[in-house]
């Protein structure tokens, strides 16, 4: 699995857009990124995973880079809910996961 | 999506002795995985329990402290063995979803070992 590097953390107005980056510049070519965020007390939540396009859900948008060395987790209007720690992961496709330290994200009132 | 619950949901125990934590998942399921989140600290994977065979361990993880069983599809066992505080931390278990794209976690187990 690809080493990723997180900021260990970040503030975000209640509101605005959040953007979390996230780099892998030793991915492989089969590896995807997926991000998960664990809000305290509770466990990892599954967030979006994508390989090489752009991807979008209900909860945020992934933008990852051409080269694949480095990608962005948009949450498009963030709300004190989305306070949490975010995982940016890279993986082949086998089950486990591993994860680094995250990024805590708190969205300030 | 699959619902995952968790047993005790928090526990203090006194060190030298063993706390066993159950999973149950609302899906049959091959494969379970269970971690480890010390305090401050990222969830690290101490096993992958697959059903009908024996516990595949993480390097620094080993069957005579974390015992683990799965007697059937929808239900695992991890048992933490002669505790010491070191021990204190939470125990989460985690199941594929479907097509093995991503993972879905139970609440976790809160562990203070005395």
């Known amino acids: 699995d690809a080493k990723t590097t997180q900021p260990t953390s970040m503030d975000c107005a209640e509101g605005r857009a959040a953007n979390l980056p996230c780099n892998h510049s030793t991915i492989s070519g089969n590896e995807y990124v997926y991000w998960y965020r664990q809000i305290h007390s509770q466990g990892p939540q599954y967030i979006i995973h994508g390989l090489k396009n752009n991807e979008t859900n209900e909860m945020a948008s992934l933008i990852i880079t051409e080269d694949r060395k480095s990608s962005t987790l948009i949450l498009p209007h963030a709300t004190l809910r989305d306070t949490a720690v975010y995982y940016c992961?890279?993986?082949?496709?086998?089950?486990?996961?591993?994860f680094g330290t995250g990024t805590r994200l708190t969205v300030i009132p | 999506s699959a619902v995952i619950s968790q047993k005790p949901s928090r526990d203090i125990c006194q060190r030298g002795t063993s706390l066993t934590i159950q999973c149950q998942v609302d899906s049959q399921v091959t494969m379970m995985f269970w971690y480890r989140q010390q305090p401050g600290q990222s969830l690290t994977l101490i096993a992958t329990a697959n059903q009908g065979s024996e516990a595949t361990y993480e390097s620094g993880f080993v069957i005579d402290k974390f015992p683990i069983s799965r007697p059937n599809l929808t239900f695992s066992t991890l048992t933490v063995s002669n505790m010491s505080p070191e021990d204190s931390s939470i125990y989460l278990c985690s199941v594929p979803g479907l097509g093995y794209e991503t993972q879905y976690f139970g609440p976790g187990t809160r562990l203070l070992v005395l």
């Open positions: 992961i890279g993986r082949t496709g086998a089950n486990n996961l591993f």
